[in-house]
Structures are given as C-alpha cells and as structure tokens.
C-alpha cells in the first residue's frame, strides 16, 4: 500500500511536467527588476522574476557545458506540503531576448509533491516541447549538462550523471526556428511566476566546470557573466541569490520563497 500511495504522488507529480515546463519557458517577456541601492547583493547581481544564475552575452556561442550537485528539496517554513513545489537548474543557448527565436537548453527538474522528491532530465530545443529522459537521478548527484550547436538549426546534447555513469546523448537536425548564438546561461529557474508553482527550499544548485565555447574557438568561463537573482515580487525580498566561486563555478541559494 505504501508503495501504491508513493507512486502515485511522482505519477502525479510527473503529469504536470510538460504543461509546467512550457508555460514557464516563454520568451523572457519581463524586464529585468531595477537593482536596489539598499540591496547589499553582490555587484553585478540584477534581478529577474522568474531565472537566476551567470549569463554571458556576445555572438557565436557554440557549446554551454557545466556540471551541477543535485540537492536535497525540504519545504520552506510555513508552506503546504500537499501543494507541489519546483525548481530547474539548466544550461542553455540564447535565452536572452536578444535572440527572439530559439533556446537550446539541457537540465534536470526538481519537485517536491507530497514530501515526495523527484528528479527529471531533460532537453529542448524551445519552442518545441520537452523531451525528459530515462536518467535516474537522486539528491548528491553530479550531472554534467551539455548543450552543443554544430549548426544553427542542429544540436547535440549531452548529459552524464557520474554517480550511475549513465550518459544520455540525443541528436536534432534541420530545426526551427534558428539559434542565433548571442548567449550562453547557467540557471536555476523559479516557475512562481510563470505557472504560480511555489519554490522548494533547495539549500543552493552549484554549477562546476561551467563553460562555453565559440565557433571561432574561443573557450572560457564564467569569469565575465552578468549575474542574476530572483525576485517573486518587485518590492520584495531576493528569493534566490547567486555568487561566483571561481573562474568556472557558480553557486545559486535558496533565500526566500513565496508560500500558497
């Protein structure tokens, strides 16, 4: 019976996956939140409402690779555990709206339903829909994420959890729209204001080994990435907040969260 229950809490979890992911990965239509001067957030730090993490701006962006330690997911103070909570951490190309057609992306999806934890990966080539992977995944594990674009209308995914040493590789051609290559990112997303789903306590989302390469060779860091946090609300306090760790690391905590 306890089995039964359990897994229909993921099943049910897992229904809302595909509607949750495309709602929340709409272009970014909001603007950035102004940066406040009574905020003692790290410099560079701006705020988004809904993506936090590094992002770096330019032309030609080829490949985004890092690798992040999957954390543990508890419920913050005071929220309802009947209610699902979720979280995503992911690498991408152009999710800036500098580039209005297309996001390459690779990542893993965290939710928590009913103190039920599950961990999903997946790949995109946005707009098209989702494709979540058979990819076991548990808290303390590190997954290499890879997103790489041969062309502007091709791409070829990596992802590798170390512990199980799984690696899933998954090929597209001949897509639409094109990638323009104008941004790579390393981000944790909060689907509080895309899809009202509430933000777990997620401890924080490391990205290691975080890097980008060009189609002119081209290959570095995170040293140069703008920053970004996340606000739920203008007026209201940072719910995620990130930092560099070195030249190639990024580290996203959990601050705060908005509670139903």
């Known amino acids: 019976m306890k089995f039964t229950v359990v ?17 929340s990965l709409r272009r970014r239509l909001n603007t950035l939140l102004p940066h406040s001067s009574e905020d003692n957030s790290p410099r560079e730090l701006k705020y988004d409402s809904n993506w936090a993490g590094a992002v770096l701006t330019g032309a030609g962006y080829r ?11 508890k419920l913050p103070p005071g929220a309802n555990s009947s209610v699902l909570h979720a979280v995503s951490a992911w690498v991408g190309i152009d999710g800036e709206r500098d580039c209005p057609n297309a996001i390459l992306q690779a ?6 339903n009913h103190s039920i934890l599950s961990y999903w990966a997946w790949i995109e080539w946005f707009p098209s829909h989702i494709q979540y992977l058979p990819m076991s995944i548990r808290p303390g594990d590190a997954v290499t994420l890879n997103v790489t674009a041969p062309t502007l209308d091709s791409a070829v995914f990596s992802l590798t ?14 897509q639409a729209p094109l990638l323009c290559g104008f941004s790579a990112e390393w981000i944790v997303e909060d689907f509080w204001a895309s899809d009202g789903v509430p933000l777990p306590d997620f ?5 290691i ?9 081209v290959v570095g860091g995170v040293e140069d990435a703008r920053l970004d946090g996340v606000k739920e609300r203008a007026d209201g306090p940072p719910v995620i907040q990130c930092f560099k760790t070195s030249w190639e690391g990024v580290m996203c905590a959990f ?5 139903p």
């Open 255 to 259: 601050q705060n969260a908005t509670n």
């Open 209 to 217: 080994s975080a890097q980008f390469a060009t189609d002119s060779g």
């Open 203 to 207: 401890g924080s989302v490391p990205f």
């Open 7 to 23: 897994l229909h809490a993921v099943l049910s979890a897992a229904s809302l996956l595909p509607a949750a992911r495309r709602s």
């Open 107 to 112: 990542g893993v999806d965290m939710f928590m």
């Open 161 to 174: 959890n170390h512990r199980t040493g799984q690696r899933d590789v998954a090929r597209l051609t001949g």
């Open 63 to 73: 490949t985004v690779t890092g690798t992040i330690a999957v954390p543990t997911l």
